[in-house]
């Protein structure tokens, strides 16, 4: 499976991928994966390229995808640009999420976790189970698995 992850510097994309890549390990899947992220402390983007069970290196080329999980609406024509032709798995957090988070669990940290559901909701290689076992290591539990759950729906 080939991942992108794209964010702006706080929201999230390095939290989700190492998650992913826990995942993934307790599965016995190699995993590779490259970050680009010199710029989020200023608010710019924060990349994470993966490859489960492939490749020896963790780039991915753009129209080879499967999945990509954009945490800023400002990034899907970039993310759409790595998706395969025939792939329509681009996993979006709005700004309606966003709000929802802040709302209902008073900061927008937590909206990445909505992502992470969605991504385990649509496809095949991790279950609920398995990204509540890795939440569970991670600081704020509770409000996280509440985002998770959200993003399963």
Known sequence: MKLVILG??????IYISKIIAQMSIIKGLPVRSSEIH???KKGGLV???MKIGEGKSGVVLQKTADF??????AYLGYGGAFLKDESFDLITLTDKDKKW???????VRFA????????VKQQDIFTKDDAVGILKRFK???????????GLI
Do not use: P, T, W
């Not at 702006?8 to 994309?13: E, L, N, R, T």
């Not at 990509?68 to 609406?73: I, T």
């Open 68 to 73: 990509v999980l954009v945490l800023d609406e």
């Open 47 to 49: 990349e994470v390229q």
């Open 112 to 119: 990445s976790s909505i992502v992470l559901g969605r991504f």
């Open 101 to 107: 988070v802040v709302d209902n669990l008073g900061d």
């Open 8 to 13: 702006v510097g706080g929201m999230g994309a």
């Open 140 to 150: 704020f539990f509770d409000k996280n698995k509440i985002a998770f759950e959200r």
């Open 38 to 40: 010199g710029m989020a």
